[in-house]
């Protein structure tokens, strides 16, 4: 690799592939020498590359599986220690609000997608292929694209400050004593 990098810097040309071209991009230099020209063949590969590499998936499953993990773990908590000395602690009084905001966070994912199809289906052709829909000027002042964004934005919003929630909720339950939560490593 050092040998590999060395002849790279001192050569007129260099060969690389889009996704390499893209790494580079991304970390901001430094893995390519740096150059004055670029030359971009099967440049129309190009914007695959490019989104494989600075872009991001989101599936519905891959933001609500998670979700329900920590449902189930706080309801489990809520489940085990009702009745018990623990209900008084303040990490306790925390359980049934997190629960609450769990739910309204998985109404807005499933909004979030609702509009995301919505949206997909009116602006994007059905030709039965794979479409992919260039997010340009037009698309972004169309009044479905800033519905979809603000949805976005609220359930990013929501998600964060649960979080947050959530840190401070584990938090509280690591100051909790082990006589009135026994189990407490389990769930921190």
């Not at 993990?69 to 908590?77: C, E, G, K, P, S």
């Not at 009116?122 to 964004?149: F, H, M, Q, R, T």
């Amino acid at each position: 690799l050092q040998r590999a990098r060395e002849r790279a810097e001192e050569a007129d040309f260099i060969i690389v592939n889009h996704s390499l071209l893209c790494a580079d991009l991304q970390s901001g230099g430094g893995l390519l020498p740096e150059y004055q020209y670029l030359v971009v063949d099967e440049a129309h590969h190009f914007e695959e590359a490019a989104t494989h590499g600075f872009g991001i998936a989101l599936t519905q499953e891959s933001l609500s599986l998670p979700l329900k993990v920590i449902q189930n773990h706080l309801a489990d908590l809520k489940r085990r220690f009702e009745g018990t000395l623990f209900t008084q602690n303040s990490a306790f009084e925390r359980v049934d609000p997190a629960l609450k905001q769990a739910k309204e966070i998985q109404g807005l994912i499933d909004n979030v997608f609702t509009v995301t199809a919505l949206f997909v289906n009116k602006n994007v052709p059905d030709s039965g292929y794979v479409e992919n829909l260039l997010v340009d000027k037009i698309i972004l002042g169309n009044g479905e694209w800033l519905n979809l964004a603000t949805s976005s934005e609220e359930m990013i919003q929501r998600v964060r400050a649960w979080t947050r929630e959530l840190r401070t909720f584990a938090e509280l339950l690591m100051m909790s004593g082990s006589q009135e939560f026994p189990e407490q490593d389990e769930f921190v």
